[in-house]
């Protein structure tokens, strides 16, 4: 049985009201939910997301079709991930 208390359970509702939306704006206005690879980068750390892109478990896309079109990631997938880390740290430590 894993027990949380009340901040962590706190803190757990409001990350996926968090996610709810941003998945929400995924699916109903998709431009908002692209970030550039800058705005990643700075958002959730450069390094956790090459890590995480090579794990194949974000991906990134490219606004057009030239090869040096801006890169673009998805908030709701890099949210996700973020959370589901989170939430695994967390359980696991119970």
Partial sequence: MITLDLY????LCADMAELGAANYAKKF?????????????????E???KARERMNIIHSFREGTSK?????????EL??????????KLLINK
């Avoid at 962590?8 to 803190?11: G, N, P």
């Avoid at 206005?29 to 750390?45: H, I, M, T, W």
């Avoid at 949210?79 to 695994?88: D, M, N, P, T, Y």
């Fill in 79 to 88: 949210l996700s991930a973020k959370e589901a880390e989170k939430l695994g």
């Fill in 8 to 11: 962590e359970l706190k803190t």
């Fill in 29 to 45: 206005c998709p431009v908002a939910d692209c970030l550039s690879q800058r705005e990643a980068y700075n958002k959730f750390g």
């Fill in 47 to 49: 390094s956790w997301v």
């Fill in 68 to 76: 040096n079109s801006k890169r673009l990631y998805s908030y709701a």
